[in-house]
């Protein structure tokens, strides 16, 4: 409450630097979403209702060969077996501990040591739903793609992780190696997904892109307001092609509100983060 009250008499206005406390306060920005995350009936409700909208759009997607869920997608490909690419972090794994612990042992913000320790215990739960829906899936003889940008030396963990929860992992032909594509397992495998949602969709008619990141869907490393633009561009998809499950906790969504620059100190980010503020 002093703090809250702090914040209210010391911030007076966009462009003044804030003082310590704020400073402080902005390094616990995560602290509500990710009560949200481990709490919640809502968070819950939210991803098991993206799932569902899955399992709904599953047998359109199958019958009409016209259809792909991916930009990246071209020719003919309604001959192509069937594939879904699905993202990794707060897709269909719940992180949410190593986001505690951020919190707890450290400042609030990401740390690379907390979270690689973090992966290596291979201890993520599977996001509800997820798993219900990609084993049915898979059983419908759709190949599951994990395409993440956890890095190539966190494979083995992160498909113990993934087979310990029960999500379906195997080996592929076509020179892809297995349904596991990391960032960096190839030299032109970037933290863009682009290249690989291409390789894919050369051999693969991608029925369904699912994520919780814009970049899960195209490369989205752009400012805000052409963010919105070209998301606008495939609306309808939505829920049909494009499966959105809810991340508060991180992302690019919060990286565009101060132009992705990470080395910014938590002071100027929480200044740029109220300047985005609009009051009507
Ligand atoms: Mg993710």
């Not at 084993?135 to 992160?158: C, I, L, P, S």
């Not at 960032?183 to 991608?206: F, N």
Request: some cysteine; hydrophobic content about 45%.
């Amino acid at each position: 409450m002093f703090g809250f009250a702090l914040l209210c008499v010391t911030w007076k206005a966009p462009g003044q630097a804030l003082p310590a406390r704020a400073a402080a306060a902005a390094a616990m920005d995560g602290l509500n979403a990710t009560a949200w995350v481990q709490s919640s009936v809502e968070y819950r409700a939210s991803a098991l209702q993206a799932w569902r909208l899955a399992a709904v759009s599953l047998p359109r997607a199958l019958k009409d060969k016209k259809w792909t869920a991916a930009l990246e997608q071209s020719g003919k490909f309604g001959k192509l077996p069937p594939a879904i690419i699905v993202d990794i972090d707060e897709t269909v794994l719940d992180n949410s501990p190593g986001q505690a612990r951020f919190l707890l042992e450290g400042n609030g913000r990401y740390t690379r040591d907390v979270w690689m320790r973090w992966t290596a215990e291979r201890r993520s739960r599977a996001v509800p739903g997820a798993k219900e829906f990609l084993q049915a899936a898979n059983a419908k003889g759709v190949t599951v793609f994990y395409v993440t940008n956890r890095g190539v030396h966190e494979e083995a963990d992160t498909r113990a992780n993934l087979e310990t929860e029960g999500f379906p992992v195997k080996a592929v032909a076509g020179g892809i190696g297995d349904t596991l594509l990391m960032a960096g397992e190839k030299p032109e495998w970037t933290s863009d997904k682009s290249v690989r949602r291409a390789l894919l969709a050369k051999q693969y008619r991608i029925l369904m892109l699912c994520g919780d990141d814009l970049n899960d869907f195209f490369a989205a490393r752009i400012p805000l307001e052409q963010r919105a633009a070209k998301a606008r561009e495939h609306e309808s998809w939505w829920g049909d092609r494009w499966i959105m499950l809810p991340n508060p906790m991180y992302g690019s969504w919060e990286d565009a509100l101060f132009g992705f620059d990470r080395t910014l100190d938590p002071a100027t980010v929480q200044r740029k983060k109220l300047e985005g503020l609009h009051r009507d």
